[in-house]
């Protein structure tokens, strides 16, 4: 039981980490967007 208790574990952290990091990257390229007015592909509401 300590052994699937462990994988559990291991398996929260990692998808905890994944998540953690997809929102960072998310928030960093969402910040360098608004420095940059280079967002032709993404969502350019701003250039049209």
């Excluded at 998540?19 to 592909?41: A, E, H, I, M, T």
């Amino acid at each position: 039981m300590a052994n699937g208790s462990s994988l559990a574990a291991m398996e929260l952290m990692v998808f905890l980490g994944l998540v953690g990091w997809l929102l960072y990257y998310q928030y960093s390229n969402s910040r360098s967007d608004s420095s940059q007015p280079k967002s032709s592909d993404e969502t350019p509401k701003e250039s049209d």
